[in-house]
């Protein structure tokens, strides 16, 4: 299903002329410098390709053939690669002097496969003037002249990728000559027997090694694969490599030259959720395929950002206003590293339509009452980020972010394992934030409502008439550290909060019986400076009505554990608004 969707997906982009998708058997590379020669082979300069982008200088893009997949041993691409490869010069050491025997002996066997593989595939007598260059220069080593160029010791050191043009025609490389990509199409088709391929269902030669998936967040810089059969026990009746799952050299081509622009530097449809590297696409073009991602990630820069797209998703799902047009199908895929493979972390196939009213939902559920300086929705990297240690990316908890990104995508509940670590930074930090309520809120809704339990879902804001307990003990403990702030005044350096709430929140019993006695003494302090407590004991009472009639329970579940921090967050939101309230008047 997923390589048959990004099969599709190549075919739409070879269909549309706008689109520069690389047709079968080439691939576009970023190529820093161009060497530039005569129809004599002798050398005339070198094209600096790069423009500076802020600190950077980025590369331009070229179609080139597609390259070869390299393990460790000398495979040398087709007209363009490293200046090892190209002219014998090997990568500076460390300390960019010395070069060891070893690396002069392997960079001149690299040029040696380098001019051997052009000859074989086009030979010496080939009837294009840009080949015949190409092999002139390589073989009487006209370096000289190139090597005294002032961009040579930048080249040497940074040691990029290479290639050719001809100075009369500096338009195309070499290697993009009409003449020379048709006999490279033709020379390139592979042999063997043809058999059905699993993808596209028709006969093709079966690819045996699958090129590499790159732009994976957390793999090797030399790509990965999705699919490949490196050892003997993933084999089966005496079969080698992708003969074992065949698939055909064209689907092959297709699906990993439309993963690989899915995942370029750059890309519009793609975006980081925790470790898996999530790309996106459509059946058909449609402007989801621009608005996806600015739903879910979270905005570039530290002002505001405009939620004037996710106002109208939400106004559009509400009054069941969505467009003919999202009847398209849509499909979501999250990558994520494995050692030398790539995982797949979620996928979601469906339509436009749907997946709009799953986003929206979500948005739904992890509404909170917030404070003017929040901003207006949570982003899921916001939301997996308020549970890290410290709040720091790195301490995310691995593959999180794609159970979260599943449950929006499929509708599914939210995984446990996010409910219990915003349970667990409230305790560990003794501070409920906006995002981790909103976090409990929604995981324990989104149960709720999966289980069809007929408790009463947590709501958005104060809820006079939730009787659960630990939502109830929630709100007791914040109006008993709201009669200590009244107390105590510009006094107190810290509140109950920044000592009892871990213990209030998992053993009650134990930690309310002390809290009730600072209660009582701070009410008496309030009452001898001559302020008037009624309304605070009259909130306290009416709290206290609505625990059960045994008393305190002596544990509360991880569910009202959670329950017990979103009631304190309400009921501290509630004091907040009132204040505010009476400031304006």
Known sequence: ????????????????????????????????FIIILDKNGDFVSIRDTRIKNGEKMLARSFLVPQGVKRTSGIKADLLWGTPQYILGVPKLSKDKNSLTEKALSRAKKAKKAFLKRIIEIFDRNFPDYGIQSVITFLEQEKFKPLFSHNAWKEIQESHPLLTFMLKDDEELLICQRPLVMKHIENALKPSGEPQLCLVSGEKDIPARLHPVIKGVWGTKSSGGNIVSFNKKSFCHFGKEQGLNAPIG???VFAYTTALNRLLAKGSMQRMQIGDSSTVFWANMPHPFEEDFSCFLVEPSGSEEPDYGKVRALLQAVKTGTLPEEDAAGFYVLGLAPNASR???????????????????????????????????????????????????????????GGELMRSVLLGMPYPRTLLYGAIRRCKAEQQVTRERAAIIKACLNRHTRFLNNKKMEVSMALDRENTNKGYVLGRLFAILEKIQEHALGGALNKTIRDTYFGAASSSPLVAFRRLNELAIHHLAKIRNSGENTAWLEKLLGEVMDKLPSNGFPRTLSIDDQGRFAVGYYHQRQFFFTKNEKKKEK
């Open 342 to 400: 790539i995982a797949i972390r979620f996928w979601y196939s469906g339509t436009v339509a749907d997946l709009k009213r799953r986003i929206a939902q979500h948005f739904y559920d992890f509404e909170i009452i917030r404070s003017g300086r929040d901003r207006e929705y949570l982003s899921l990297f916001r939301i997996l980020k308020s549970i890290a240690l410290e709040g720091k990316d790195d301490n995310i908890p691995p593959n999180l």
């Open 1 to 32: 299903m997923i390589l048959h969707a990004l099969v599709d997906y190549y075919n739409r982009l070879k269909s549309d002329e706008i689109s520069d998708i690389p047709r079968f058997g080439f691939e576009k590379k970023e190529i820093p």
């Open 249 to 251: 050299e064209k689907a």
